[in-house]
């Protein structure tokens, strides 16, 4: 082979290797993404079936109700204008209680029962995640909006 020959055979398995190096990246990291949904665009079926997201919003008062194995946990999750029943195996965190602010990831069954493999609540009386935040602002402008017509 020829000097410029091997030039271009190295210049070309160089392209080829950062191509599929980049494609595994990409690739990694898509399906690691989560998205953030409110139980209102839930309810609206914006949420996608059986892929994992996260839903958030506050912990409706009297739906927390503990299964008899201990671990299991089954409460609703609200924004204030929808809500979406959701069910938890697992220890819940400290600072999970009804009527505060919490995040949970999983995944929504056909039967509109979100499936959560992780929950995350609140850190103190004035932390909310900025998802869910929003999500309450956006659901309690919208309920205003239907009082006032």
Do not use: C, W
């Not at 609703?76 to 009527?99: R, S």
Request: aromatic letters at 6%.
């Amino acid at each position: 082979m020829k000097p410029r020959h091997k030039k271009l055979a190295i210049i070309a398995s160089s392209v080829t290797a950062l191509g599929v190096a980049s494609v595994l990246v990409l690739n990694a990291f898509q399906s690691n993404l989560v998205f953030f949904f409110s139980p209102t665009q839930v309810a609206n079926n914006e949420a996608p079936l059986g892929k994992s997201f996260r839903i958030g919003g506050l912990v409706e008062e009297g739906s927390v109700k503990r299964q008899t194995d201990g671990v299991t946990v089954n409460f609703v999750v609200t924004d204030t204008a929808k809500v979406i029943p959701v069910v938890y195996k697992g220890i819940l965190p400290d600072l999970f209680k009804e009527g505060k602010g919490v995040v949970a990831q999983g995944k929504l069954a056909g039967d509109g029962v979100f499936r959560a493999d992780e929950v995350l609540a609140k850190h103190d009386e004035n932390y909310m995640p900025p998802e869910a935040a929003t999500a309450l602002d956006q659901a309690d402008k919208a309920r205003k909006t239907v009082l006032v017509q």
